[in-house]
Every structure is written in C-alpha cells, then in structure tokens.
C-alpha cells in the first residue's frame, strides 16, 4: 500500500509546463513492458511498508485527534499548490490559476498556513494539477509502467516530472532545511495513515500488483481529462469502477 502515497495532493510531485490544448488518447500505457523489474520492486516496496511505514503511520494515526490529523493533511495539501498553480498556468488555464493563487494565499492566511480550508467556501474550490499531467495536455506519451523504490506506481514521462514537482513545492519557501525536512516526514506519514483504510481492498484484490496498477493509471488518465477521459480509454474491467471509486474518496 505504501505505492499509494504518492497520491496527486500529497508527497513527491515535480515541474515542467502547462499550455491549453486537449491531451492525447494515448495517455495510458496499453501494456506493462516492464512487468518482471516493476514486479520485484512492487514486494520490495510492500516489504518497507509492512516493517517501517505503516507501524509508524498507525502510531500517528493512534495519538494524533482526528481534527489535527485534518488539519496536517489540509496543511500539506496548501503546500502543494504552488505546482497546481503553475501547472494551471502552463495549461492555458488561466482562470483555474488565478483562482488557485487565490486559494493559497488565502488559506495560507486566513486558513492559519491551511490548517483550515476558508478558500473552498468563499468559491475557489480544489483542483487537482501537476506536471505530468501537463506533458499528457501537451501530447507527451506517457511511456511504460513503472514501479519506482519507495516511490510506487508511476509512468515513464510522470516519473521524470517527480524532481520538478518537488521543486515547486511550497516547502521550498522554508528557509530552514531542518525544519523542510522534517516536514518532508511528516507529510509521508500523514499521506500514509490517510491511506490506511485503503489496505483491506488492496490486500483482497485477486492481483494486488495489478489492482494498484489499474487504480493509478485510470485515476491519472480520469486527472489529465479533468474527469472526463473518453470512455474508451476510462473503461474498466467488471466491479473495477466500484473499487476505483472507493479508492478516489480517499485521495
């Protein structure tokens, strides 16, 4: 489950560029070329989860209050949107960008460092960009599968944005490296416990490895259409969908 960490508001994102047009059919991967490497480095990945991440990630989930454990995740998901600011703007999206910057600052302000969510009340409401998916609107093949060490699922041309989606985190803004990294853990623990609930269905699918690869690529092509990917390239095998969504409510 720990693949699942790298969820679009949360951890190990990165930059490039955003310009308007329509994204290719082509978004999602038809095969898993690499199926055998990424395989391998899928139980690798389980296996850091199981010792390490997740007993640490229920530990935070144990003594932290629900309101303050809200109140991390909407601090992280605040920091993050530098990149959706950017990748709006480079997408020709010029009023989602303006209404992003808006949502930063306002949260960032009167949202106590978005701690509390006042931007989606006063009508500037989440959105959800970053810089792969705007190599995808720019045309730029996704590439293979992958399946990246302690990173998770992943696609070639979204692999490569990871560094410039880091860059452009709000993090950045912190002049203090030890407190940057600190903060860097810390959101990896509260992505992972958010996605604790999500274990049972990973763990019960038939094919754990493909279930995850599914979920990741259907919700990556769902993101790059803005929720409306055309049906032949977002259509999912029988009781599929129904899982999907159970693991969108989540993210």
């Not at 990945?45 to 109140?71: C, H, Q, S």
Request: charged share 20%; hydrophobic share 40%; net charge negative.
């Amino acid at each position: 489950m720990f693949q699942m960490l790298r969820r679009p508001a949360v951890l190990i994102a990165l930059c490039a560029g955003l310009l308007g047009g329509c994204a290719t059919s082509q978004t999602v991967p038809t095969e898993d070329s690499w199926e055998g490497l990424n395989r391998g480095i899928f139980a690798f990945n389980n296996g850091v989860d199981k010792i390490f991440l997740k007993p640490v990630a229920r530990g935070y989930r144990f003594i932290t209050p629900d309101p303050v454990e809200r109140g991390v995740s909407n601090v992280f998901s605040n920091l993050s949107y530098p990149v959706v600011i950017v990748s709006n703007a480079l997408q020709g999206k010029g009023k989602a960008a303006l209404s992003d910057t808006g949502r930063f600052l306002v949260n960032s302000t009167i949202g106590v460092a978005g701690i509390f969510d006042v931007a989606t009340p006063m009508g500037m409401p989440a959105n959800n960009e970053d810089l792969g998916q705007t190599l995808a609107v720019w045309g730029v093949p996704s590439g293979p599968y992958i399946m990246i060490p302690f990173l998770g699922p992943s696609t070639l041309r979204d692999g490569v944005m990871i560094f410039g989606n880091q860059s452009l985190h709000g993090r950045n803004l912190i002049d203090n490296s030890s407190v940057r990294d600190k903060l860097a853990i810390l959101e990896i623990v509260s992505g992972r416990a958010s996605l604790l609930p999500l274990d049972s269905q990973l763990q019960e699918s038939q094919d754990p490895y493909i279930f995850l690869r599914e979920a990741y690529l259907q919700r990556r092509n769902f993101l790059i259409y803005d929720g409306n990917p055309p049906l032949d390239d977002f259509e999912l095998e029988e009781g599929f969908d129904d899982d999907l969504d159970d693991f969108d409510d989540d993210l």
